[in-house]
Structures are given as C-alpha cells and as structure tokens.
C-alpha cells in the first residue's frame, strides 16, 4: 500500500492511520507457501515536531510442517515496526531510519520485511515431538516403531558378521 506523505509533513500532529490486508501467498519459503490467508497491517504515520515516525504491526497465520514429525503446524506470527522516515541519513549504522524516496512510501518494502524476519527456521507440533525413525520413517509420536534402536559402528561391521557366524 502506497502513504502519501505530503499532507501530514507540513503539519505539526498530523496522522495518518492505516488498516490493510497484504496478500502473501505467493511468498515462497523452505520451499513451500506458508501463508495462505492475507496478512493484516494496521498503524499510523505521525508527524510530531517535524519528524515523520512510522509505528506499524502486522500479524499473520503461519502454516507449516513441523520440522521432526512433518504434521502440520500452524502459527500466528506478529511483528512490530517502528522507523523515523527521512529523506536523508546521516548515520548508516542507525536501523531505526528509513530513508524514503519523495513524498511517499511504499507500507509493504517496511512492513513485510519485518514480518518475514519474526519467522523461525522451525517449527514443532510439541515441544517434545520425538520425529520419524529414521529407518522405518514412522511417526514415534505415535508409539514405537520396533526397529532396532542398537547402532553398529560401520567398521566393526565386518566383526559383527564373524559373531553373527558363530551364533
């Protein structure tokens, strides 16, 4: 969503509120489409002694697969903007300015990047999910799969068949 900026940089109090929903499902990530309904954004620009400041959240349901087990997971991801808009930047190691291009500024370049960066690189179904067997592939949530839990150092290998002989 484009924010014109002209009317509210003049005037000292001035606001502009803002309340959208963003559409990210064709946003790509590990691989698959984790956001399948819109994105809502809502707050204000404020201009407050002649300093444009930008207060923004947005919230969004994440759907995914959880990261040992694969069942799906779903969670509500939020994040919070706050930015001091200016036309120039003095200082280049300041993240709390945004510098804008003219009279307006493009909500979703601020807004979503923020959003994106609040997303963990995993997600569980539980805190305590135990995942697949790694041999079977079965889901141990579950209960056991009966595979051998007993792992045989590859070379001793050659041992394990002179014992398996004797036997």
């Not at 954004?41 to 349901?61: C, F, T």
């Not at 009279?103 to 963990?120: G, M």
Request: proline share 5%.
């Amino acid at each position: 969503m484009k924010l014109d900026l002209k009317r509210i940089s003049v005037t000292d109090g001035a606001v502009i509120p803002f309340s959208y929903d963003a559409d990210l499902t064709k946003e790509e990530m590990n691989g698959e489409y984790p956001f399948r309904t819109p994105v809502h954004i809502e707050g204000e620009v404020r201009n407050h002694l002649g300093v444009l400041r930008l207060q923004a959240s947005a919230s969004a349901l994440y759907e995914t697969r959880c990261a040992r087990c694969l069942a799906p997971v779903k969670k509500d991801v939020t994040a919070q903007c706050s930015y001091v808009l200016a036309q120039e930047v003095q200082e280049d190691d300041r993240d709390d300015i945004y510098q804008i291009d003219g009279q307006s500024i493009e909500l979703d370049d601020i807004i979503i990047p923020a959003l994106l960066l609040e997303v963990d690189f995993a997600y569980y179904c539980k805190p305590d999910c135990k995942g697949l067997c790694p041999k079977c592939g079965k889901n141990l949530n579950e209960g056991p799969c009966g595979c051998s839990t007993r792992e045989i150092d590859s070379r001793l290998a050659v041992l394990q068949k002179l014992l398996d002989q004797d036997d």
